[in-house]
């Protein structure tokens, strides 16, 4: 008689904590927290984490994510980044922002911390729009979309264009990792896998500021159900966000 | 055959599964949860097809997803 | 702590350097700051000498990144400051709730100027009212010391840091432009120490053998704000004891002048003046303005005397003394205008009439 045997291939990541989240249905959040927690696992640094929280979907990070977390006030993550990276240069520090909080309110500082190379590593979820506060116009948000703030669609002339960010933080000599995913599929998650890898190991290798701006859906604030919202991250996002690689200071190291 | 168990009390009913298995067994079930979201389930005509790869839970947002690859039997040739 | 003069090394310094020398004396580790004239002297100063003793110097990009760089720091329990000047500190507010929200130590000077808006880099005490009542939103406090010769900078200094630590909240030291500016010597008498146990029960180092750490300032849940405030409130309270302050000639004095940081020690030159005229003129100086010292000054009020007070802005502490003496006595307000660099003959007149 032969047994049937079977193994479980896929289980959370330990730093995540097995909980329910608050997060929308069909919100890339909750696949997100689960890479930067899968990466953590992998690379062994639960135990020596700093998280920075910021505002926005995300500001329960610590319920989810099993480190040492500090609160930033809205935008102001990289700059706190900075602080305890400065205070404790042992330690693995990394924060996670929306776009509100990394494009609009903080732009400074994450240009800033970017250009002077901080030890750092940022995560970066790009969904076009404020979703906390109930889906009002980001940076990123795309010409022509409607939001509550932009009822006509956002226009060049009143709102400007969309700010590519992962394009702009390359251009910074400190920059040693900047790329742009998405998690709409598996092959586009898998490449998110590695680009967290390579941006959390830039900053383990000492060799300067990581950063992965990762396109997601916001179903709710799209007025689309979670499988169309996905779908508009690759009909319409990847068309103005191109997905790749911009720096790479890993690579070039080979 | 390799299956997949459903955490019912976790799922949002989001369906992002549904677009990522290749066999296509996922679909939406009629069992509401306490939540009030319709869970996923297996199309039982198709959930034999299961391959184990893992492909649901990877984009599952809410860890809903537990699967179970099936390893080559004992004693088959 | 003692003060042993003996064998100290004696300095002549500005204020501004007086603090900067007694931040690296408390033990500073980090120091992040934006220039702003008049108090450029400490990020200047710093820049030099804390990385030579090993601390991290980084002149960020605004006083916004700055103070949120304490925060950051003083979140793994190291000794953190900033500083700046009276509109780079409107701008540190959002910080500084978060900072006392969170309990996360730091220290923060502002080396007032001229204001309200761009104002201008001549001294005033227009910031009083910023310092005392929060500054910045919700119900918090931070501790108020205000120095008013360059020895009380070195000393309040080594005093604010560890305040910051003993109630894990920020603490502002109040100066102004000529407090900044002026040289004097001072005695140095601390020798640095960094105590790498501080802390120890709550900061931030990576959840190693033991569970997670986190310092937020969110609280939504049922109740939880309530006893979060409740926490905050009882902490502030418990601050009354290390309220300080100074009484100058008060004993047999007829007229008391109230009076903080470089106006209170202007003013106990007129004091002197005064009474060489044979006028019994008494100086109360508040050096902590938060906590106030109430108490003390309603008790002078208490034995008969009359009180002018004197600021260097249109009347902000006034408002504390009338709430120390009310129903027991009353107080003149004399305002030196913001700008005007005051001198000992610039109170004798206003001192004079109340007699």
């Given amino acids: 008689m032969s047994e049937i045997l079977e193994k479980q291939v896929f289980s959370l990541p330990k730093s995540l904590k097995d909980v329910p989240t608050h997060f929308c249905p069909g919100c890339h959040h909750g696949i997100i927290h689960r890479l930067v927690a899968q990466t953590i696992d992998d690379l062994k640094l639960q135990d020596i984490s700093i998280c920075v929280g910021s505002v926005g979907c995300s500001v329960f990070i610590y319920d989810y994510i099993d480190v040492d977390t500090v609160e930033a006030p809205h935008g102001r993550a990289p700059a706190v980044a900075t602080g305890i990276k400065r205070a404790r240069p042992e330690n693995f520090v990394f924060a996670y922002q929306g776009d509100g909080d990394l494009a609009a309110i903080g732009f400074s500082e994450i240009v800033h911390c970017a250009n002077r190379g901080e030890r750092v590593t940022i995560v970066f979820v790009n969904n076009t729009v404020y979703g906390m506060t109930g889906g009002q116009m980001a940076p990123t948000t795309l010409l022509g979309q409607k939001t509550t703030t932009t009822p006509y669609g956002r226009s060049e002339s009143n709102e400007g264009y969309p700010l590519k960010m992962a394009e702009m933080l390359a251009s910074l000599e400190g920059t040693a990792f900047s790329a742009r995913v998405a998690v709409n599929n598996i092959k586009n998650l898998m490449k998110t896998k590695k680009a967290l890898k390579k941006a959390f190991m830039v900053q383990l290798e000492d060799l300067g500021f990581g950063f992965v701006e990762i396109l997601s859906a916001c179903p709710t604030n799209w007025h689309l159900t979670p499988l169309e919202a996905n779908m508009r991250v690759e009909k319409e996002m990847m068309k103005y966000f191109p997905l790749g690689i911009y720096k790479d200071k890993l690579e070039d190291k080979k | ?77 | 702590m003692d003060k042993n003069k003996n064998n100290k090394e004696r300095m002549l310094v500005k204020g501004n350097e007086a603090i900067a020398i007694g931040a690296l004396d408390a033990g500073v580790e980090c120091y992040f700051a934006y220039p702003i004239t008049p108090q450029s002297d400490i990020p200047e100063y710093l820049s030099r000498e804390l990385v030579k003793l090993g601390g991290e110097f980084l002149q960020a990009e605004s006083e916004i990144a700055s103070i949120n760089m304490v925060l950051g720091a003083g979140a793994c329990g190291k000794r953190a400051m900033t500083s700046s000047s009276s509109p780079g500190i409107s701008l540190k507010q959002e910080g500084i709730s978060y900072m006392a929200a969170s309990e996360i130590p730091g220290v923060i000077v502002n080396i007032t100027r001229g204001g309200p808006g761009l104002g201008g880099i001549q001294p005033s005490q227009g910031d009083y009212f910023q310092a005392t009542r929060g500054g910045g939103h919700g119900d918090y406090r931070t501790l108020v010391l205000a120095p008013s010769t360059c020895q009380e900078c070195y000393d309040l200094t080594i005093d604010a840091f560890d305040l910051a630590f003993k109630y894990r909240n920020p603490v502002l030291i109040l100066g102004d432009a000529i407090l900044g500016q002026m040289k004097e010597p001072i005695v140095r008498w601390k020798e640095r120490t960094i105590n790498p146990n501080e802390g120890n029960e709550w900061k931030l180092t990576g959840k190693k053998g033991r569970a997670q750490r986190i310092l937020k300032s969110l609280y939504l849940g049922d109740g939880e704000m309530e006893a979060h405030n409740m926490k905050l409130w009882k902490k502030y309270k418990s601050m009354e004891q290390d309220v300080r302050w100074e009484e100058f000639l008060v004993d047999d004095a007829e007229v008391v002048a109230v009076a903080f940081g470089s106006i209170g020690r202007i003013a106990k030159s007129s004091a002197r003046k005064l009474r060489e005229k044979g006028y019994k003129v008494g100086v109360f100086r508040p050096i902590t303005l938060f906590p106030f010292p109430y108490e003390p000054l309603r008790k002078l009020a208490i034995s008969g005397k009359r009180f002018i007070t004197i600021e260097n802005n249109t009347g902000q502490m006034v408002e504390d003394v009338k709430l120390a003496i009310c129903g027991v006595g009353e107080t003149e307000f004399f305002a030196n205008m913001p700008g005007k660099v005051s001198t000992p003959e610039d109170f004798l007149e206003p001192i004079k009439k109340m007699f």
């Fill in chain 2, 1 to 77: 055959m390799s299956r997949i168990e459903i955490r019912e009390e976790r799922c949002k009913g989001c369906l992002l599964c549904t677009s990522v298995c290749p066999e296509n067994i996922l679909v939406q079930g009629n069992v509401i949860n306490s939540k009030g979201y319709k869970v996923i389930t297996c199309d039982e005509e198709k959930k034999e097809n299961c391959r184990g790869c893992g492909f649901c839970a990877e984009i599952c947002p809410d860890g809903a997803i537990v699967v179970f690859k099936t390893i080559k039997p004992k004693g088959s040739k």
